[in-house]
């Protein structure tokens, strides 16, 4: 590898982490020696690059740097396409209209030599087998949890029994067929999950759930881990 490449690297290495990268595992993934690693660093401060930290304790890129755009390579490339196929595919009707528009807002500045990657690509997400028709806009729903907004919502359970709820809404899971609100709910004073294609209808309320989203969601994580049921069996 380059060594201007492996600056690059570096860099991409430290804005995927939000804590401390020690040279170590740097120097892991790039195949390279700890002491190289301490001398890129050294390098790329020097160049005014706002790496703060320091040997044995790690080092984390401050906020407001950023490389050039679409400094991608042919894998990279690969993977935003095929992410971008796979929400086209099976993402809700806003989702795969915004995924369209990113598949063609990075072909127009990406270089000539890449765009083959991007508009001829070899890799493929087949269409859904047993699509499902939601009666709510879903993108709504992502909004409210954007938000951190209560839904109130007409349900129906797999056995089509009718029920209101008011629901913290917590994330969406996109599964091959359907999707899946994961939240609270008032009504049974627990996590459950609601598939979008049950909701008959709902709104979006002006009150906000109390709690941050993040640590409601590390909670549902935790008590997720100790179930072995899949989330499609979990279901309200």
């Known amino acids: 590898m380059r060594r201007a490449d492996r600056l690059l ?9 939000r804590r401390p990268v020690t040279a170590q595992v740097v120097a892991a993934e790039l195949e390279v020696s700890v002491r ?19 040997a044995g304790i790690g080092y984390v890129l401050d906020d407001g740097f950023d490389l050039p755009p679409l400094m991608f390579d042919a894998n990279e490339i690969e993977a935003v396409i095929l992410g971008l196929r796979f929400v086209e595919r099976h993402g809700d009707a806003g989702l795969a209209h915004a ?10 500045v990406l270089p000539a030599r890449l765009k083959p990657l991007l508009f001829e690509a070899s890799l493929i997400v087949p269409p859904q087998q047993r699509a499902v028709v939601d009666r709510v806009e879903v993108g709504d ?15 129906r359970d797999e056995s089509g029994a009718p029920t209101e709820r008011t629901i913290w809404p917590l994330a969406l899971a996109y599964f091959d067929a359907v999707r899946v609100l994961v939240g609270w709910c008032e009504l049974r004073d627990a996590f459950r ?8 209808s709902m709104d979006i309320l002006d009150t906000r759930y109390p ?26």
């Open 36 to 54: 190289t690693v301490y001398r890129d660093i050294a390098a790329l401060q020097a160049d005014r690059v706002p790496l703060r930290g320091e």
């Open 141 to 155: 729903i992502r909004e409210a949890i954007r938000l951190g907004r209560k839904l109130r919502m007409a349900y």
């Open 193 to 200: 999950h609601f598939r979008t294609d049950r909701i008959a």
């Open 99 to 108: 995924a369209r528009d990113v598949v063609a807002k990075v072909g127009a």
């Open 9 to 17: 690297q570096i860099i991409q290495i430290l804005r995927r982490h």
């Open 211 to 236: 709690g941050r989203r993040a640590a409601l969601l590390k909670q549902w994580q935790g008590e997720m881990s100790c179930i072995a049921k899949p989330a499609t069996e979990l279901l309200a």
